[in-house]
């Protein structure tokens, strides 16, 4: 999470631990709205960003428990006013008429082992491969990150592309302007970056609901 800006996980942590403990379609253990992450890199760099602006760690904590219930709270209300206006799935929703049958699809393949997961000649031969070209990368100096690579593995194409892109015209900015200037403006260029993503999708959101709610009547 420090070198890269990404998180490294373990996939599939709570998959493996119910096929340990369950039969071939036994779904109820699987509908335990539990979530497992292997994700710790996230939490220390936010412990990090806390202390950086001279927070306490347990300060942040104690916003998350606040906030935590008034997602929940609201998270219902806005699910109710979007299904009021039109069944979901539907042409409506256009991204739950795509996403939600490839999820529905992977559930079943879990609970019923359609799919072979543990695959020990693919770990053994990848773990061989990324300390071989780790190996080969610090002998002769090459640009190559073992964490980066791990990180965009992970990583569906466009994301994986994106990121790339980006550290590229990163080091031709700081190649250009110098390593200083760079890590000393890149961080105001993100968060300013971000809001402006955040305000434009917030406005466009609040037209898009303001819109239908004129025309769509409750199905």
Not at 176 to 181: Q, W
Request: with cysteine.
């Amino acid at each position: 999470m420090g070198e890269t800006g990404l998180s490294v996980q373990i996939p599939y942590v709570r998959e493996a631990f119910l096929i340990a403990f369950t039969e071939p379609g036994d779904v109820a253990a699987w509908m335990v709205p539990a979530k497992v992450t292997t994700g710790a890199g996230v939490i220390a760099h936010r412990i990090k960003v806390a202390l950086m602006l001279e927070m306490r760690p347990l300060d942040y904590f104690k916003a998350y428990a606040i906030t935590l219930p008034l997602v929940l709270l609201f998270s219902f209300i806005y699910l109710q006013f979007f299904w009021s206006m039109a069944p979901i799935p539907s042409a409506a929703y256009p991204w739950t008429v795509i996403t939600w049958p490839i999820g529905s699809l992977s559930f079943s393949m879990w609970v019923s082992r359609s799919i072979e997961v543990f695959k020990p000649d693919l770990i053994v031969i990848s773990t061989f491969l990324i300390f071989a070209a780790s190996l080969i990368a610090r002998r002769f100096n090459l640009p190559f990150s073992p964490i980066g690579f791990a990180a965009g593995a992970a990583l569906t194409p466009p994301f994986a592309i994106n990121y790339f892109l980006g550290a590229v015209v990163g080091k031709i900015i700081e190649r250009r302007y110098g390593k200083e200037y760079w890590e000393s403006v890149r961080a105001t260029l993100i968060a300013g970056l971000f809001c402006g993503i955040g305000l434009a999708l917030a406005l466009t959101v609040m037209l898009v609901m303001i819109s239908k709610s004129v025309w769509i009547l409750p199905f």
